[in-house]
């Protein structure tokens, strides 16, 4: 088990703190390190800590709880709302009580271990990227070892390369959804300035997290008519989530930011050539179409 909890978004100041002070770590550092039932500090840390979760963190444990991601919002997230906030914020709830234990834990461990969110599985590692470098926040990103005090795991004698971390805890697979994530989050819009509108951000955070509720605006709007959408990705829509939420990454990339990332078809954009400004129509409108359309 591994489940401290590492920010998805390191935030500043701590992120310069570790951009200055923390030992950096590539793929091929070594690091000694496990946790096993067992060892004297076994189930502490899963308990009182702000884990940050991804859309495809939802994903995979709404879908191991057999929950809508509704209802699963609604049981164990937390959205803090922030001055200044450009994203939508979603944390693991823990237990309201005194010991504020994590939801999912038990006696032997992480209840839903194969399904447990990126955070979980990276500790003890964690991750920074430099945003000034000149191609952005993928220029240079590091690993490096967050040691809490209360684990032991790192007297133990087991050795790991960064790359064999990954491999053992299925960090790729998670990498690759937080990059496209990260694909709107971190978007050139946000480092000039631009912010979302209340309606916009609203978009962002259902289109996101709340894939059953996309689905039925997907489904049950006339979102599929404006745009071309290849026919067989449109019926694995009906029961992928993964597919679903690949076409909320690109559709929203479309209506947040204008990227060519989904095609309008032609004649819907030959009807409003000259009348309307595309960001216009497929910004602003989907973002209320998303709110009436689920209602
Ligand atoms: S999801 Fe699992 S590993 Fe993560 S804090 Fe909860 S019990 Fe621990
Ligand atoms: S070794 Fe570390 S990660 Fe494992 S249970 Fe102990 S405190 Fe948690």
């Not at 879908?63 to 209802?71: A, F, I, Q, Y």
């Not at 005194?98 to 834990?105: A, I, N, S, V, Y």
């Not at 289109?207 to 990705?233: H, I, N, P, Q």
Request: glycine share 8%; proline share 5%; net charge negative.
């Amino acid at each position: 088990m591994s489940g401290e909890n590492v920010p998805n978004d390191l935030r500043e100041p701590l992120q310069e703190k570790i951009l200055a002070d923390y030992p950096r770590l590539g793929p091929d550092d070594t690091f000694r390190f496990s946790c096993q039932p067992g060892i004297s500090c076994f189930n502490k840390c899963c308990g009182d800590v702000n884990i940050f979760l991804s859309p495809y963190d939802v994903l995979r444990m709404k879908r191991r709880l057999g929950m809508s991601s509704g209802d699963f919002l609604a049981k164990y997230a937390l959205m803090p709302v922030q001055k200044d906030m450009r994203t939508p914020v979603v944390v693991l709830r823990m237990n309201d009580d005194q010991t504020k234990t994590c939801p999912f834990l038990t006696d032997q461990g992480c209840g839903i271990y194969s399904d447990r969110p990126w955070p979980c599985r990276m500790y003890p590692l964690g991750l920074a990227s430099q945003k000034d470098t000149p191609d952005g926040w993928r220029g240079d990103r590091f690993y490096f070892l967050l040691q809490e005090k209360v684990c032991k795991g790192f007297d133990e004698p087991r050795e790991w390369t960064v790359r064999e971390w990954f491999d053992d805890q299925g960090i790729d697979e998670y990498d690759e959804w937080g990059e496209a994530f990260k694909e709107l989050t971190l978007h050139k819009f946000f480092e000039e300035g631009g912010v979302l509108s209340p309606e916009k951000m609203a978009m962002l955070f259902t289109a996101c997290y709340d894939v059953d509720k996309f689905r039925e605006f997907v489904f049950g709007s006339t979102l599929l008519e404006r745009f071309e959408v290849d026919e067989d990705f449109v019926e694995e829509m009906r029961y992928s989530d993964e597919a679903l939420l690949r076409f909320a990454f690109l559709w929203l990339r479309f209506s947040l930011f204008g990227e060519p990332t989904v095609k309008v078809k032609e004649h819907v954009a030959e009807a409003f050539k000259g009348k309307l400004d595309k960001k216009e129509l497929f910004g602003t409108k989907s973002a209320k179409g998303l709110e009436e359309e689920t209602r």
